[in-house]
């Protein structure tokens, strides 16, 4: 039975794995982060040398939506950078061979209008309200080609999910992203019946929006086959939803029967980040969960667990 470290174990992509129905195949140890703080090198070290699994999956981060980017840009690129940073360069010291590190389609340039190809990361300006977190991720990926080339043992690989949501997720205004962010914000309008819920920005922006259960379906998937998995891949669904659109699936799931209204002051962040899933297709693996589906299952643990 291979011995797999998730880093990151309480947060929504880890709790997804740790509950995947794959996981029983594995030895699977998930370390909280009050019991391996990663941006502390002498920890990583020796718990890495203790632990030597065959597999590491790095889920861990300081994630948030566009409100805590803007907000704490320092710590989103310094946490990020040292977490991965300390974890690869322990994992090549103690000889673990293989490791899957999580990036973000923030890495991509802004404002283009074509699918993400993979090799257009570092090809154009950043998105400024998550410059600091696109760059940890990119220079994480980088370490890890690096490290791959130097020795040819070592598969250290990046795998850029589109934007998730499911189950675990944070449905803080303060920290989540858009689809929580959604669900909290109708799921409160139907209870307080109110009549007119706040789009931000004019609701034409897209966002490509996966199943957080499917990118943990994903990431077994690949293990299996981690030799032929590419040094980085995006992993997405190919097509994506306005605002607008995703405002009124989220209230049919909901039960919202009001209106909306735009308000152009607020941030938006990118217009489109549609990732190219060339790769993906060859690699023999898609997204199973529709957005119905999706949404009504995240609902559902919305109103049962929040
Ligand atoms: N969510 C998305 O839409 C999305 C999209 C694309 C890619 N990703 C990537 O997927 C990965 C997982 O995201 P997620 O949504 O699951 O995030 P999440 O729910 O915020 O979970 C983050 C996890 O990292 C842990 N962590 C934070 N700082 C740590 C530290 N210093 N040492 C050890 N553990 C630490 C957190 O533990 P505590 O809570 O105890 O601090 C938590 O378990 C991230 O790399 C993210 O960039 C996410």
Known sequence: MKKILVTGGSGMVGRNLLSHKESEKFDIIAPSHGVLDLTIKRDVDEYLADEMPDFIIHCAGLVGGIQANLKYPLEFLMENLDMGCNLLMSARKVG???????????????????????????????????EGYALAK???SKLCKIISNENKDYNYKMIVPCSLYGKWD????????????????LNDARVNN???VEIWGDGLARR????????????????????????????????????????????????????????????VGMRKKLL???????????????????????????????
Request: net charge negative; with cysteine; proline share 3%.
């Open 96 to 130: 673990i061979k293989n490791v899957l590190a999580l990036g973000s389609n923030c890495m991509y340039p802004k404002n283009i209008e074509e699918g993400l190809t993979e090799e257009m990361i570092l090809k154009g300006e950043l998105e400024e309200s998550n």
């Open 138 to 140: 990119i220079t994480i």
């Open 170 to 185: 944070k449905f803080s205004p303060e920290s989540s992203h858009l689809i929580p962010a959604i669900i909290k914000k």
């Open 194 to 196: 109110e009549v007119n």
């Open 208 to 267: 490509e929006i996966m199943y957080a259960e499917d990118l943990a379906d994903f990431i077994y998937f690949s293990l299996d086959r981690f030799n032929e998995l590419p040094e980085i891949m995006n992993v997405g669904l190919g097509k994506d939803y306005s605002i607008n659109e995703l405002y009124s699936a989220v209230a049919k799931v909901v039960g919202y029967k009001g209106g909306f209204f735009h308000n152009l002051d607020r941030p």
């Open 276 to 306: 190219n899933i060339k790769q993906l297709e060859s690699f023999g693996w898609q997204s199973g969960t529709s957005l119905e589906q999706g949404l009504k299952l995240t609902n559902d643990f919305y109103l049962s667990n929040i």
